[in-house]
């Protein structure tokens, strides 16, 4: 098999959605349990393996249509607090997902056993 791996970080609420997107439209995944680094947050990484460039572009589709960019608001470590001092800091706003996705050309594929 030429062709491409597909290996997608998205945020655990699309899960579902795309999960049901990819089965629906027949391609074949691995999903695996994984956290950010930053957030330290559960997120969700799936590898999709496709063998033509019609098929890249469809998984890229349902990945678009599936993962949702949201606004999630941070508390950062006040240097203030940890002293004693009164006011917290405000809240910092970052964007998280849709999804990033990573697109592999497969130089060599093999099934064993
Ligand atoms: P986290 O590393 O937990 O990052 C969650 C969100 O925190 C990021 O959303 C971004 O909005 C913010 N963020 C991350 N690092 C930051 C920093 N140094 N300073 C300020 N804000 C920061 P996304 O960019 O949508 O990333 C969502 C998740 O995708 C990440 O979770 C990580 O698991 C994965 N990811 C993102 N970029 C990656 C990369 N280049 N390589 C591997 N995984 C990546």
Do not use: W
Not at 13 to 27: H, I, K, P, S, V
């Amino acid at each position: 098999m030429a062709g491409h791996l597909i290996v997608a970080i998205i945020q655990r609420r699309d899960l579902d959605e795309l999960r049901q997107g990819l089965t629906q439209a027949g391609f074949p995944f691995t999903h695996v349990a994984s956290y950010g680094g930053f957030l330290m947050e559960a997120n969700d990484t799936l590898f999709v393996a496709v063998d033509d460039d019609g098929k890249l572009e469809a998984v890229l589709g349902i990945i678009q249509k599936c993962c949702h960019s949201r606004t999630r608001y941070l508390s950062p470590i006040s240097p203030m607090l940890e002293t004693g001092g009164l006011f917290p800091p405000a809240p910092v706003e970052v964007q998280v997902g849709g999804a990033h996705v990573f697109i592999m050309p497969i130089e060599e594929y093999r099934r064993i056993g």
